[in-house]
């Protein structure tokens, strides 16, 4: 078998391997990899995922933050997923006001200490488009994060590699002490994609 079947055949087993264990997708295993790096979540902390369908970040999150944390789960798509104890949102995760989130969360968020955005745009197959495409999903991500992130929190988001890949790190330095990115093992062999963890929002 050739090499890109076996990126193939690795694919398909992550996919089986979460059907197994009860996730919603494989995507899972990326947070799951950012979470045993760098700590990124805890007991009792509250959590907004952008974009959380089909909502595997969600179930991690859920298991992690537990009963004294909160998980607020956003997209405009259906969130396929069992998410009980987690509060969901159908809307757009850029048009969240402070007054909608306190009336679903009977007042418990914002602020959050943890923002997680694994969104990407839905690609043209032309590679320039689709990153600055990301990249503008990333700063959105970011503008939330200046909303609705405590100080001291962390963000996680998504990027498809680029060439204003280092401005966009720029801006995330501005706004957080510490700037990590990682490609997670369960990355497709032949994606661009690699994940931006921005800890410590400044005051």
């Known amino acids: ?66 009963r004294q944390g909160l998980v607020v789960s956003v997209d405009l798509k259906p969130i396929t997923a069992s998410l009980s104890g987690a509060v969901t949102i159908h809307d757009d995760a850029f048009a969240l006001e402070a007054e909608q989130i306190q009336e679903a969360t009977e007042g418990r968020a ?49 990027l498809f590699q680029g060439p204003d890949e280092q401005a966009l790190r720029a801006r995330l330095r501005e706004r957080f002490k510490t700037l990590k990115s990682v490609r997670p093992k369960a990355t497709r062999s032949q994606s661009v994609e690699i994940f931006l963890v921005a800890m410590g929002l400044r005051p």
């Open 1 to 66: 078998m050739g090499k890109r079947g076996a990126n193939y055949s690795s694919e398909e087993a992550l996919a089986k391997r979460a059907r197994q264990e009860g996730w919603a997708a494989r995507s899972v295993y990326k947070l799951q990899e950012l979470d045993r790096r760098f700590r990124l979540l805890n007991s009792g902390q509250r959590v907004l995922d952008l974009g959380a369908a089909p909502g595997s970040w969600s179930q991690y999150a859920l298991k992690r933050v537990g």
């Open 110 to 158: 914002p602020p959050f200490d943890r923002i997680l955005s694994d969104m990407a745009p839905d690609t043209t197959g032309v590679p320039f488009a689709d990153h600055f495409a990301s990249v503008e999903l990333c700063d959105r991500a970011l503008e939330v994060a200046g909303h609705h992130l405590v100080a001291g929190g962390h963000l996680v988001v998504k």
